[in-house]
């Protein structure tokens, strides 16, 4: 057996060919959210926001409880395979089929569904969080985006992009097990 690559805040060891060595924990998955911002630290909205703004968006939607968990959790892998932009990701060869295999591993573990057949609407509501975080965040990219949106979606992701982490913490494990 090979070591670890690397470990969790937790003591979890790392294999990046193999997830089942790793048990996920809610404190991991909520300390790598929190510290992981998005799109290589180039704007300042962490995962933990982002995964908590994508839940909100699919619980206001109306979504099925199985779906409003899985948006709440949708990026949850990224914790232990890094935010990485999708073109990178078309670049770097294998890379996708250890994101699926850490996909499904922190899915199953969170009981969350997999891949259903109507995961397009979760990846709509994440490109819409996208264009909000960036609009909210003055992004040098957003200078289209506004009137597209309604007035309640831009009121939620204020609200999410003003939470304190402590905040953050309970609305994502608030909305992941849907307590």
Request: hydrophobic share 45%; glycine share 10%; proline share 6%.
């Amino acid at each position: 057996m090979n070591p670890p690559h690397a470990w969790t805040r937790m003591g979890q060891p790392i294999n990046f060919a193999d997830p089942s060595w790793t048990q996920v924990l809610d404190e991991d998955l909520l300390t790598g959210m929190a510290h992981i911002t998005r799109y290589g630290g180039q704007w300042p909205c962490t995962l933990l926001a982002h995964s908590v703004l994508v839940g909100g968006l699919a619980k206001e939607r109306g979504m099925a409880p199985d779906m409003v968990r899985l948006a709440y959790a949708h990026d949850a892998h990224e914790v232990f395979v890094g935010d990485v932009h999708p073109a990178l990701k078309d670049l770097l060869g294998t890379y996708r089929e250890i994101e699926d295999r850490w996909e499904a591993h922190v899915r199953a573990a969170l009981r969350v569904p997999i891949k259903p057949d109507n995961y397009g609407e979760i990846r709509g509501i994440d490109a819409l969080a996208r264009k909000l975080e960036m609009f909210l965040l003055c992004h040098p990219g957003a200078a289209g985006y506004g009137p597209e949106f309604g007035g309640g979606d831009l009121i939620l992701a204020a609200q999410v992009l003003a939470k304190t982490e402590a905040g953050l913490r309970t609305a994502w494990l608030n909305g992941v097990r849907l307590t």
